[in-house]
T-cell receptor, first 114, second 114 residues
Framework: NAGVTQTPKFQVLKTGQSMTLQCAQDMNHEYMSWYRQDPGMGLRLIHYSVGAGITDQGEVPNGYNVSRSTTEDFPLRLLSAAPSQTSVYFC?????????????FGPGTRLLVL | DQQVKQNSPSLSVQEGRISILNCDYTNSMFDYFLWYKKYPAEGPTFLISISSIKDKNEDGRFTVFLNKSAKHLSLHIVPSQPGDSAVYFCAASAGTGTASKLTFGTGTRLQVTL
């Protein structure tokens, strides 16, 4: 099992550009989520999905879109990048919907918006 | 409003000694708590968890203590090893059911010195 994979590892964008951060898991997990990590802020939940076709907003959803067409993939889209979206982004998955299940994180995507 | 707080950004401990990492929370609805460990350029990995019906959970060198009346939990690492040097995040959730979400603290960087 590859676990949770994320691409790209690092990306530089100009303000206003769009891009998609890819996330895939091969563990057949129902629950997937996106976090951003900023200095002094910990990890904050952006969006999450409890299964294919179902997504919902987390704590900081503005400026981001998600979709879940398959169990395996959960891409995060930035429609018009802003410098405030400079951050490290982590995708995570867990088998069931409960927080008691161990959540597995990908290695992260470091995004710089100029 | 930070609902999960880790007030010590960093901690340095000698190899072989005990490391104690602290976490406070404000939301009385939180009833499940987790600790994650993060190495540089990697995603967080699950370390240990505790339900609010317990006050202690042990796994090898790692023990988590929960004091519900004080809304405080701590992670003890005994004995500390150089490989324990990492950032440790405390996380909490209100319920372990459908779509329960984790709220993370800001992290404590532990350095274990020789």
């Amino acid at each position: 099992n590859a676990g949770v994979t994320q691409t790209p590892k690092f990306q530089v964008l100009k303000t206003g550009q769009s891009m998609t951060l890819q996330c895939a898991q091969d563990m057949n997990h129902e629950y997937m989520s996106w976090y951003r990590q900023d200095p002094g802020m910990g990890l904050r939940l952006i969006h999450y999905s409890v299964g294919a076709g179902i997504t919902d907003q987390g704590e900081v959803p503005n400026g981001y879109n998600v979709s879940r067409s398959t169990t395996e993939d959960f891409p995060l889209r930035l429609l018009s990048a802003a410098p405030s979206q400079t951050s490290v982004y982590f995708c995570a998955s867990r088998q069931h919907r409960g927080a008691g299940e161990t959540q597995y994180f990908g290695p992260g995507t470091r995004l710089l918006v100029l | 409003d930070q609902q999960v707080k880790q007030n010590s950004p960093s901690l340095s401990v000698q190899e072989g000694r005990i490391s104690i990492l602290n976490c406070d929370y404000t939301n009385s609805m939180f009833d499940y708590f987790l600790w994650y460990k993060k190495y540089p350029a990697e995603g967080p990995t699950f370390l240990i968890s505790i339900s609010s019906i317990k006050d202690k959970n042990e796994d090898g060198r790692f023990t988590v203590f929960l004091n519900k009346s004080a809304k405080h939990l701590s992670l003890h690492i005994v004995p500390s090893q150089p490989g324990d040097s990492a950032v440790y995040f405390c996380a909490a959730s209100a319920g372990t059911g459908t779509a329960s979400k984790l709220t993370f603290g800001t992290g404590t960087r532990l350095q274990v010195t020789l």
